[in-house]
T-cell receptor, first 115, second 115 residues
Framework: AQSVTQPDIHITVSEGASLELRCNYS??????LFWYVQSPGQGLQLLLK??????LVQGIKGFEAEFKRSQSSFNLRKPSVHWSDAAEYFC?????????????FGSGTQLTVLP | GAGVSQTPSNKVTEKGKYVELRCDPI?????LYWYRQSLGQGPEFLIY????????DSGLPNDRFFAVRPEGSVSTLKIQRTERGDSAVYLC?????????????FGPGTRLTVL
């Protein structure tokens, strides 16, 4: 079965600073990979996804993520954080075969942005 | 257009009671998913519907949990004899079903508190 690890429970950055949120997955092949953001009282919003091809993917709100097969990682980055980016971020994997359609999520990273 | 909606937004009940949580998916989405998000955790898969039938219910924790989708649109998650450990946010998502991966769109969730 697949699993996802987000080693950082909470990260604090200053507005304008760069950001990197870590995600490691465990799966026998290359899964589908996703990053979601969840703001208080809001549903999960998809930031970006990786299926295949170019290992650097661009998403909404200026986010990008890089898939590294050798490290089983899919880290999320943003060059300059805005105060509105404060939220909880979830990495997730999907199994690209069979009838299984569910996503497996990590436990999340809470991002605080200092003014 | 309208997104996924869930009602009620909050539900407080007493241990041992029965509850129903409702999900209205995006119009035209044939796939519907239920997830449960406990405090400080990422969402965990419960059940996936393809049309009216449950294609995968492997995430339901026990037989107190049951979900239906009689007309292939609205779904109801039913929990019998609620326990304090059932307290969580219950998330619903819907998607199209096309070849390959289909993005899941999440609702805002129902926060269930069992006293």
């Amino acid at each position: 079965a697949q699993s996802v690890t987000q080693p950082d429970i909470h990260i604090t950055v200053s507005e304008g600073a760069s950001l990197e949120l870590r995600c490691n997955y465990s799966y026998g092949a290359t899964p589908y990979l996703f990053w979601y953001v969840q703001s208080p009282g809001q549903g999960l919003q998809l930031l970006l996804k990786y299926f295949s091809g170019d290992t650097l993917v661009q998403g909404i709100k200026g986010f990008e993520a890089e898939f590294k097969r050798s490290q089983s990682s899919f880290n999320l980055r943003k060059p300059s954080v805005h105060w509105s980016d404060a939220a909880e971020y979830f990495c997730a994997v999907g199994v690209p075969s069979g009838s299984a359609r569910q996503l497996t999520f990590g436990s999340g990273t809470q991002l605080t942005v200092l003014p | 257009g309208a997104g996924v909606s869930q009602t009620p937004s909050n539900k407080v009940t007493e241990k041992g009671k029965y509850v129903e949580l409702r999900c209205d998916p995006i119009s035209g989405h044939t796939a519907l998913y239920w997830y449960r998000q406990s405090l400080g955790q990422g969402p965990e898969f419960l059940i996936y519907f393809q049309g009216t039938g449950a294609a995968d219910d492997s995430g339901l924790p026990n037989d107190r949990f049951f979900a239906v989708r009689p007309e292939g649109s609205v779904s109801t998650l039913k929990i019998q004899r609620t326990e304090r450990g059932d307290s969580a946010v219950y998330l619903c998502a819907s998607s199209l079903v096309l070849a390959g991966y289909n993005e899941q769109f999440f609702g805002p969730g129902t926060r269930l508190t069992v006293l």
